[in-house]
C-alpha cells in the first residue's frame, strides 16, 4: 500500500511543480496578448490583472497524466480504462473555449454549448454515470439517455458551481483543493480499502486535481499576481465533475457490499453499509458551498428580472466584504466552511456509529457562525510572543505627542459636531467585486453605483 501512495504523491507534485514553473511565463504571455482587462467599479482588484492561468493548469494536467502513465502502480489505470484518455479529451475543449473566452469574451451560448459538448466528448468515450446506488432501492440502473443526460448536467453544473465563488484571490483554487483532498482519501479508501479498482481513476482525478491548485494557488493568492479565468476555472471545475462521475456511477455497489462485512446486528450492517450510499453525498458536499451560492445567485437575479447569468455583487464571498471582513479572513472563512463540511462528511462515512463526529461538527460550526459574527475581530498576541507573530497582531503603541493631539481633535471634533457646521465624510468600507463573470454569463459592464456612506 506504501508504493503507491508514493506514486500518487510524485503525481500530485510533478502536477504542482509544473503548473506553478509555467504560471510566470503564462503571466508574461497574457500580458502581451493582451488578457489583463482594465479595472471595473464591481472588481476587488486594484490594478489591471492578466489571466489566462488555465494554460498553467493545463499544463499541470498534462505532465500529471504523463507521469502517472509511466509509473508502475498507476499505469494499470490507464490499461484498464478508458476514463484518462476521457478526462483529457473533455479538459482540452473546455479548456480552449475558456482561452478563448479570456482573450474575446464569447457569448454565453457559446460556452454553454461548449460545455455540453465537452461533457459529451467524456460520455462517448466511457465517462458516463451507469447506475445510482439508492437507498432502500439498491444499485439503479440507468439507460444510455438517462446515463448522458445526468452526466451532462452534472458537468455543467460542476463548471458553473466553481465559477461561481472565483470572486476572490486564491478563493476557487483553495475551496477546489480542499474538496479534491477530501474525495481522494475517500477515493482511495474505496479502491484500497475495499478493493474495487473501479475506483482507481477518481483517485487519480483527485491527486492531480490537488496538485494544479496547489501550484497555481502562490501566484493567486491575495493579492493575486494572476488569475486562473474562464480557462482555469472551468477546468477545474471538470476534472472535479469527472471524478465525481467515475466514483459514483461507475463503482458497481454490489462489488462494494460484497466487500463489507455484515455480520453482527441489524443495526451493524446498516453502518457497514454507508460507504455504498457515500458516494450520492461526497459529489453533493465537495461542490456545496459552490451549490449554494449558485443556487442564491439564480433565485436573487431572477426574483429582480435579470438573466441567471448577468454577474453581480451578490455571492456569498462579497457578503463578507459588505459585513466588514477583510480580504483574507473572508477567503479563509470559505476554506473553514469548505473543509468542515467536506471532511465531515468523509469522517462520517468512515464511523457513522460514533457521536464524536457529529460532536465535533457541531462545535466546529459554532465556531464558523462565531467568525461569521465577529467581522472585525482581530486577536492581540500576548507582549512576550510579539516578536514572534505578524505586525498586524501586535499592540500598536502611540507617542505621547500623537495621542494629545488626537484627544485634542476630537473635542474639536465634537464641538463642532453641536453646531452642526461640519460634515464627516465617511470611511468607504472595503471594495467588492468579483474577478471573473460567470461560467457562461457575458462580462457586462456595470455602471458605478458608489455612495458616500456605503460600501462598494
Not at 465517462?127 to 446515463?147: D, F, K, M, N, Y
Not at 462494494?256 to 458536499?285: D, Y
Amino acid at each position: 500500500m506504501g508504493q503507491p501512495v508514493r506514486e500518487y504523491l510524485l503525481t500530485l507534485c510533478v502536477t504542482a511543480a509544473v503548473t506553478y514553473l509555467l504560471t510566470g511565463p503564462v503571466r508574461k504571455f497574457a500580458i502581451a496578448a493582451g488578457a489583463m482587462p482594465a479595472i471595473r467599479a464591481r472588481d476587488v482588484h486594484r490594478e489591471p490583472t492578466p489571466r489566462l492561468g488555465g494554460i498553467a493548469m493545463f499544463g499541470g494536467l498534462c505532465a500529471g497524466l504523463l507521469v502517472a502513465d509511466h509509473l508502475d502502480s498507476l499505469n494499470g489505470v490507464f490499461e484498464r480504462s478508458n476514463e484518462p484518455r476521457a478526462l483529457l479529451s473533455g479538459a482540452a475543449l473546455i479548456w480552449i473555449i475558456g482561452v478563448l473566452d479570456d482573450k474575446f469574451e464569447i457569448d454565453a451560448l457559446i460556452k454553454l454549448g461548449g460545455q455540453m459538448i465537452a461533457a459529451g466528448v467524456m460520455v462517448v468515450q466511457g465517462l458516463t454515470i451507469l447506475w445510482l446506488p439508492i437507498p432502500g432501492v439498491g444499485a439503479v440502473s440507468l439507460t444510455s439517455w438517462q446515463g448522458t443526460l445526468l452526466t451532462v448536467a452534472l458537468v455543467v453544473i460542476t463548471i458553473n458551481a466553481v465559477n461561481f465563488v472565483d470572486g476572490l484571490d486564491g478563493l476557487a483554487a483553495g475551496m477546489v483543493c480542499i474538496a479534491a483532498a477530501a474525495f481522494f482519501m475517500y477515493a482511495y479508501r474505496i479502491w484500497f480499502g475495499y478493493g474495487i479498482e473501479a475506483a482507481a481513476p477518481a483517485t487519480l482525478f483527485a491527486a492531480i486535481l490537488m496538485g494544479m491548485c496547489l501550484g497555481f494557488l502562490p501566484h493567486n493568492m491575495h493579492p493575486a499576481r494572476i488569475f486562473m479565468g474562464d480557462s482555469g476555472s472551468m477546468l477545474i471545475g471538470l476534472v472535479l465533475a469527472a471524478g465525481a462521475i467515475s466514483i459514483t456511477g461507475q463503482v458497481d455497489p454490489d462489488a462494494l457490499r460484497m466487500n463489507l462485512s455484515l455480520s453482527g446486528s441489524e443495526r451493524e450492517a446498516t453502518h457497514a453499509m454507508l460507504p455504498v450510499f457515500i458516494p450520492l453525498l461526497m459529489p453533493l458536499t465537495i461542490i456545496a458551498i459552490p451549490m449554494a451560492d449558485l443556487v442564491l445567485a439564480i433565485v436573487r437575479r431572477t426574483w429582480k428580472g435579470q438573466s441567471p447569468f448577468a454577474a453581480d455583487r451578490g455571492h456569498l464571498h462579497h457578503r463578507l466584504l459588505e459585513i466588514g471582513h477583510s480580504h483574507s479572513r473572508a477567503v479563509l472563512i470559505m476554506y473553514f466552511w469548505a473543509a468542515l463540511i467536506a471532511f465531515g462528511t468523509l469522517a462520517y462515512s468512515v464511523h457513522s456509529a460514533s457521536m464524536w463526529i457529529v460532536f465535533v461538527i457541531v462545535a466546529l460550526s459554532a465556531v464558523g457562525l462565531v467568525l461569521l459574527l465577529l467581522p472585525r475581530f482581530t486577536p492581540r498576541a500576548p507582549r512576550w510572543a510579539e516578536a514572534f507573530v505578524p505586525p498586524r497582531y501586535r499592540r500598536r503603541t502611540r507617542p505621547a505627542g500623537e495621542t494629545a493631539a488626537e484627544e485634542a481633535g476630537e473635542e474639536r471634533d465634537g464641538e463642532e459636531g453641536e453646531d452642526g457646521e461640519e460634515e464627516r465624510t465617511p470611511v468607504v468600507a472595503g471594495v467588492s467585486g468579483v474577478n471573473g463573470a460567470t461560467a457562461i454569463g457575458p462580462r457586462s459592464r456595470f455602471p458605478d453605483r458608489r455612495k458616500t456612506g456605503a460600501s462598494r
